[in-house]
């Protein structure tokens, strides 16, 4: 039987964002999205795990080569959230309300056609410590 493995790369960015409606007044948008929401922005570090899912490659022992995986994580997504804001500066969040779900999904849609061999598996955001999103594409 054909052996599936999961490999996963873990990056970290920083990013500053902004939750909430246009059409809500500041005191309705705290209501909703609590401290998150405050007009003048703040920031998180984030932490995101890719994971990928195949057979490895007789050939060469791999899966995917986990060096390249960082590459694709790095050019599609870590140059275009780190140090950025994620309500201005990242072409795949636009119109998009930055919350971690959204995040996370937004990544999947970035990476899932990215990958040369295997399958992406989950992508998964961390905004603290103690919370963790994830999305495996269904
Ligand atoms: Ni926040």
């Known amino acids: 039987m054909n052996k599936k493995v999961y490999i996963t790369r873990r990056e970290t960015f920083a990013a500053a964002h ?18 998150c929401s405050n007009p003048n922005w703040h920031g998180h570090n984030y932490t995101l795990e890719v994971t990928v899912a195949g057979e490895t490659n007789p050939e060469t022992g791999f899966v995917l080569d986990i060096k390249h995986l ?60 103690n919370n963790y999103f994830e999305y495996k594409g269904e």
Not at 79 to 108: C, Q, R, Y
Request: net charge negative.
């Open 18 to 35: 902004r939750l909430f409606k246009p059409e809500l007044s500041d005191e309705e948008n705290l209501k909703i999205f609590g401290k």
């Open 70 to 129: 960082k590459e694709i994580i790095k050019e599609y997504v870590i140059s275009k959230v780190d140090h950025k804001n994620l309500n201005i500066d990242t072409d795949f969040m636009k119109e998009i309300i930055p919350t971690s779900e959204n995040i996370t999904t937004a990544i999947w849609t970035e990476l899932a056609d990215k990958i040369p061999d295997g399958k992406l598996y989950s992508v998964k955001l961390y905004e603290t410590e």
